[in-house]
């Protein structure tokens, strides 16, 4: 096992986890507004203290790198970037998609839809989606087959995939089904789950034991879109 702090900003959630080789995890998981740089610092020095330990005798810190929410991508980045430096730390970036996608396959309705195929959409604002396509490993964590997409909800691939899940349900609905017949069951579909520090902790273990742990001079945010907001023109545009 390893000493891993996972931190992730980069949705409406702040949230923060400490796994210390086979002790329980120490979670800290809050929605907030505009006061994750306000919550974030203190819970990892709460969930230290609780642990009886100190952020030199880590092994290495782990973040949500996105793509997100371009200011919260950013904190989460900026506070490791301060906190690995001071402890002379290595980072493990991880992929927002990837977190939810490891978080996924352990939720009792994925296991039990029997899917081995599925997608992870995400509201990206601006009338867009991010996606990825993933399929199931037996004994490890899903695999994301290609890139990260950011597209419209039209243009989200569905054909012969058996699970779908993600915030960009909620707000498109219907019109992430364009490229098949009919839409989902419920039983294929997941609409409330989203990025938790757990589901940074997961990847970024299996990251840690195939040593593609970083030098905190590398750590960046995974910026999908280079546009990240419209004039007032586009908006007017946008709403007819």
Known sequence: MTRILAIDTSSAWCSVALSLNDAVTLVRHQKVSAGASQLLL??????????????SELD???VGIGPGAFTGVRLGV????GLATAAKLPVLPVVSLDAIASQLVQASSFISS????FVVALDARMGEVYWAEYRTVLNQLPQR????HLTAPELVQLKNIEFLAGSAIAEFGERLFASIDSPFSSEQL???IGIKAQGVLVCAQ????KGLQQDIHLLEPLYIRNKVALTSVERSQQHG
Not at 114 to 117: E, F, L, V
Not at 206 to 209: I, K, V
Request: charged content about 20%.
């Open 42 to 55: 203190p819970w990892v020095k709460e969930l230290l203290n609780e642990a009886s330990s100190k952020l």
């Open 60 to 62: 290495a810190i782990a």
């Open 78 to 81: 900026a506070a490791v970037q």
């Open 114 to 117: 029997g899917a081995q195929s």
């Open 145 to 148: 087959q290609g890139e990260i």
């Open 190 to 192: 997941d609409p409330a």
């Open 206 to 209: 299996e990251m840690w034991h």
